[in-house]
């Protein structure tokens, strides 16, 4: 008996490594340039009083992506799909075109991170056949490698993000003083101090990780069947992105605070005197590895839902002539981000802020369309949401939509 | 009022003029070909304290633009089984193909008066159905109207459409293959295109025999060659002998030369040897384009013989209008229409009243000048002889309009460095891949072109006015070596002779070598009016010289690099990046060497 246990056992942790991976993926390529950035001016402006609103993110992300990755496993459609046939083509053009202006601005802002840590490396003036380089190699890495091929690259990005980890403890945190800021909430009358907070939510709880979480569910074949390990993957996923999040915050308030800066590189460039050298190498490694992953994410789950929004062919092993505008879409976003980025003397801090903006307006409406969806028995049959979790996810997503609306009209006086 | 988009929203009142609300559904009986339309659904108000009334299309009175009207509602439950919801089961929903394969979303459903109801006719997959939906209908019905496909309307026949599970939320639909395979073969063959390479073979097992073969004729050429390695050799083999030969012909000459050796061994002995003889005629020659199935009779016939011999043979030949006349060895000797035979009287001898001034082309012909004549003497067919003038086979006008089509767009595809398609007008689609890459490659040269400027930042350091003259440089020598390009592919495309080449090379060079001159002067005395100073005049102006005539090298040696196999404009745009980076570098070395030399 025993080891008939032992050996189901053993059986039960490789189907979870089988199914294990779009969860941390996904949850990782959250972590982008924004994501970073944000901790990053978090730490370094306000110590350790932004932790708590990392936490409470971190749990209105894993209600949310636990919604999308069910409905991918229920359905086998993805969300963009799901919109158009519950709410119709106009709806889901409007939320598609938003979509596509978010998420350029976002590729925007990782190419924009790749550029930071290639000028904290010292490339310089080589960054003009640096970038576009690196352009290629995502296209060519993603368009031409097969799915598994693909993957272990985009695990190997995320693995660059235990740098952070490391810098972490280079900086000689108080754990003490950690533990206690997570569970302790602060506040303070404080425009750049809500604000902070506010973009701290925003770059965790980013729109279109629900619709790369579900697509991701709905190609791996999941069915509900498998879906608890599913939900294992995703909420592990979720929660080791934000511990590396929370290793950035503690790493910049142990030796930047309190000192005022406005971008990832300006954090990394900082850390040089503080905590060593090596720190600061480290914290540039994560930025690229960690803007990489994004750059090469985003574009791509775009062009995914675009396409099958509009019933278009979408699919990375089609031919460019049989899914034109899938292709098209993904040479487009990489392509103009890698324009963007080059032009000399553009601050990119704004068009960080743009694709914070964006995302703000897009997520409201993508959250409430999922718990439309969620709660639709003729979708989801028996495994719509429970009521507990409705209240929950309602409460957040309001939670959410005001605090978006907030950041929209701030930005908006701010420019 | 053709589209299901346009019925839904619009109000429904009673005679009377008690609003019902509006359109929600339409309703179709499922099963049949083309389902009749059974009723419509209104709605009032919104949520849950929406009313919904059914009412039987009998009830219907009249209906326009703006309103339907209405004798009575019945508020009823409808029975799903039977019925299908046009709006909430079918619109939006993804077409899937027998094997699952996701190809496109129903962006419409078009509805037709046909036999006194209305009937659901097709759905509509477009794009122009899209922008329908959108609101944007001028806009959708100009593009409809245009001739283009991709902008066209994207229709699927309602009959080869089925919901599987009718009522179920996540219905989705099927081709059945039992109703595909009653398809026009060229349709099947539009479909096969869209398909990838295992799926394409998977559907060719599946349509029958003489059906296969026609499928095959008519799959587009670079498609064609995979769809046949995928297929088995025996069936392939089968196919090629029911085809005429020379289409046989140009499947196997597009085909590996080993599998083609095959599949010649596979078929009959009288059919490979027909197709044989076609293999050794280049394809773009009158041999290569011509069919051997013409109909060709002794000059000792009658009409009246020759008239029941058109009834037997007919059915196989390329043509029936023209009838060839030969002697007894083969020698063409005159033509004879249909119209001709029909017209004189049965008794009289075809020698009589055949045309003995026959237009011919030769063997080796180039296949433009085969259409030439078809054109210039208004045949439908013209025939091929030898050195002897013996009848060897026709060419007839459909097979060398795309010659025509073809040679031109690729003409103008080198020059332009469009991609323009077979049909001989340029890709528009935003969606182009080749697009992208044209755009990649350009972009990236700029790059390429900008680290140059690095690389000899210390030039312009030195004397800045230099920079002036970088766009006058580019854009001229993409225009010069456009030119030279021009008469290259032009004239030197047309000989062979290597003397009559260098010649014609030595031509053109000299003119670039005097325009590259003139414009180095000119370059230097606007220089010397922009900076008034001499060294960066100078440097600019021979700066100029070096890059602009460096450059028309390059466009001498394009052509010779011309693949046909490969993408005409792809290699014209590589060209025209080539051009920029090879005449800034010489721009740039001649420039650092005279400021340097100073």
């Known amino acids: 008996m025993i080891v008939n246990r032992e050996r189901k056992f053993s059986g039960e942790i490789l189907l979870y490594l089988a199914i294990a991976g779009p969860g941390v993926i996904t949850a990782l390529a959250g972590n982008g340039a924004s994501g970073i950035t944000t901790c990053s001016v978090a730490g370094a402006r306000f110590g350790l009083s932004l932790t708590w609103v990392l936490v409470v993110s971190t749990f209105a992300l894993i209600i949310f992506q636990e919604m999308s990755a069910r409905m991918g496993a229920v359905t086998g459609k993805g969300l963009a799909a799901l919109i158009r046939e519950r709410f119709g083509l106009r709806a889901a053009f409007f939320a598609m075109i938003v979509l596509l202006v978010a998420n350029i601005s976002n590729t925007i802002s990782e190419f924009a991170g790749i550029a930071a840590s290639l000028d904290i490396f010292g490339v310089g003036i080589w960054k003009y056949l640096a970038v576009p380089a690196i352009t290629i190699l995502i296209w060519e890495i993603v368009t031409r490698g097969s799915f598994r091929w693909v993957e272990k690259f985009f695990m190997a990005l995320c693995l660059i993000q235990l740098c952070y980890i490391v810098s972490g403890f280079l900086s000689r945190p108080d754990w003490g003083r950690v533990a206690i800021s997570l569970v302790k909430p602060e506040f303070k009358v404080d425009s750049s101090f809500v604000y902070t907070a506010i973009a701290i939510v925003g770059t965790t709880v980013a729109p279109w990780m629900q619709f790369f979480v579900q697509g991701n569910v709905v190609d791996k074949g999941t069915g509900i069947g498998d879906y608890k390990y599913q939900k294992v993957d995703v909420i592990s996923g979720i929660i080791s992105a934000n511990l590396i999040s929370l290793f950035i915050i503690i790493c910049c308030a142990f030796t930047i605070f309190p000192r005022s800066i406005t971008t990832a590189e300006q954090a990394a460039r900082a850390l040089g005197p503080l905590a060593g050298q090596s720190a600061s190498v480290l914290f540039a490694l994560g930025l690229f590895g960690a803007s990489m992953l994004s750059a090469s994410v985003i574009p791509i789950s775009t062009s995914y839902a675009v396409c099958e929004a509009l019933g278009w062919e979408s699919g990375i092993g089609k031919k460019y002539s049989e899914a034109p505008i899938f292709f098209g879409i993904f040479a487009f976003s990489l392509v103009t981000s890698t324009l963007v980025v080059l032009i000399p003397g553009i601050s990119l801090v704004r068009v960080q802020l743009l694709a914070q903006e964006l995302n703000g307006i897009l997520l409201p409406i993508i959250l409430v369309y999922m718990l439309s969806i969620v709660n639709d028995r003729r979708i989801m049959g028996e495994h719509v949401n429970g009521n507990c979790i409705n209240i929950v996810a309602w409460a957040m997503a309001f939670g959410i939509i005001i605090l978006s609306f907030t950041l929209f009209f701030v930005g908006l006086k701010g420019s | ?598």
């Open chain 2, 1 to 598: 009022m053709p589209y299901l988009s346009e019925m839904l929203g619009m109000r429904i009142e009673t005679t009377q003029g008690v609003n019902l609300g509006r359109l929600e559904d339409v309703i179709a009986a499922s099963g049949a070909k083309f389902p009749p339309v059974k009723g419509i659904v209104s709605r009032k108000g919104y949520g849950k304290k929406a009313q919904r009334f059914y009412i039987p299309w009998r009830e219907v009175l009249r209906w326009d633009t703006k309103r339907f009207v209405v004798s009575k509602a019945v508020q009823e439950e409808i029975l799903p089984e039977s019925n299908i919801l046009l709006a909430r089961d079918i619109l939006d929903k993804q077409i899937v193909d027998m094997e699952g394969y996701k190809i496109v979303r129903v962006s419409d459903i078009r509805i037709a008066r046909a036999g006194g109801e209305l009937r659901v006719m097709s759905v509509d997959v477009g794009l122009v159905a899209i922008l329908r939906r959108l609101g944007f209908v001028k806009t959708a019905e100009k593009l409809r109207s245009g001739t283009r496909k991709v902008w066209g309307d994207r229709v699927i026949p309602w009959n080869l459409v089925s919901p599987v599970e009718a009522a179920s939320y996540n219905v989705q639909l099927q081709v059945p293959y039992r109703e595909f395979l009653e398809l026009h073969p060229s349709d099947i063959a539009d479909i096969i295109e869209q398909l990838d390479v295992e799926q394409r073979a998977k559907i060719m097992s599946l349509v029958e025999d003489p059906k296969a073969a026609e499928v095959l004729k008519h799959i587009l050429p670079n498609v064609r060659s995979s769809v046949a390695e995928a297929m088995g050799d025996e069936r392939l083999s089968d196919l090629l002998e029911i085809m005429p030969p020379d289409e046989a012909a140009d499947i196997l000459a597009s085909l590996p030369r080993e599998k083609a050796q095959t599949l010649l061994r596979l078929m009959g002995i009288e059919e490979a040897s027909a197709v044989r003889e076609l293999l050794g005629y280049d394809p773009e020659t009158a041999g290569g384009k011509m069919t051997v199935e013409f109909v060709s009779i002794p000059q000792t016939m009658t009409v009246g013989e020759v008239i029941n011999y058109l009834r037997e043979v007919g059915r196989d030949a390329e043509t029936i209008y023209y009838v060839y006349v030969v002697d007894s060895e083969g020698h063409l000797s005159g033509v004879v229409s249909l119209r001709d035979l029909l017209r004189a009287s049965p008794r009289i001898r075809v020698s009589e009243t055949m045309e003995r001034d026959v237009k011919t082309v030769e063997l080796d012909d180039d296949q433009q000048h085969v259409a030439e004549v078809l054109s210039k003497y208004n045949l439908l067919a013209v025939p091929v002889v030898d050195e002897d003038h013996v009848l060897k086979g026709i060419v007839t006008v459909d097979d060398v309009i795309d010659v025509m089509r073809g040679e031109t767009a690729e003409d103008i595809s080198q020059l332009s460095g469009l991609p323009f398609e077979m049909e001989g007008s340029p890709a528009r689609g935003i969606g182009n891949s080749r697009r992208w890459i044209a755009t990649l490659t350009t972009f990236l040269g700029g790059i390429l072109a900008t680290a140059l400027l690095g690389i000899f930042k210390y030039e312009f350091v030195a004397t800045i006015a230099v920079a002036y003259f970088i766009p006058i440089l580019v854009r001229s020598t993409q225009d010069i070596s456009l030119w030279s390009l021009a008469v290259t592919v032009s004239d030197i495309g047309k000989t062979e002779e290597r003397r009559r080449i260098l010649r014609l090379l030595f031509r053109e060079y000299s003119y670039t070598i005097v325009i590259a001159a003139m414009m180095g002067i000119f370059c230097f005395s606007l220089g010397l009016i922009w900076t008034r100073s001499k060294v960066p005049a100078l440097a600019g102006g021979m700066g100029i010289f070096a890059g602009v005539s460096i450059s028309g090298i390059l466009a001498f040696a394009m052509p010779f690099f011309k693949d046909s196999k490969r993408d005409p404009a792809g290699s014209s745009r590589l060209f025209g990046v080539l051009t920029m980076i090879v005449s800034l570098i010489s721009f740039l070395v001649v420039c650092s060497f005279v400021i340097g030399w100073r």
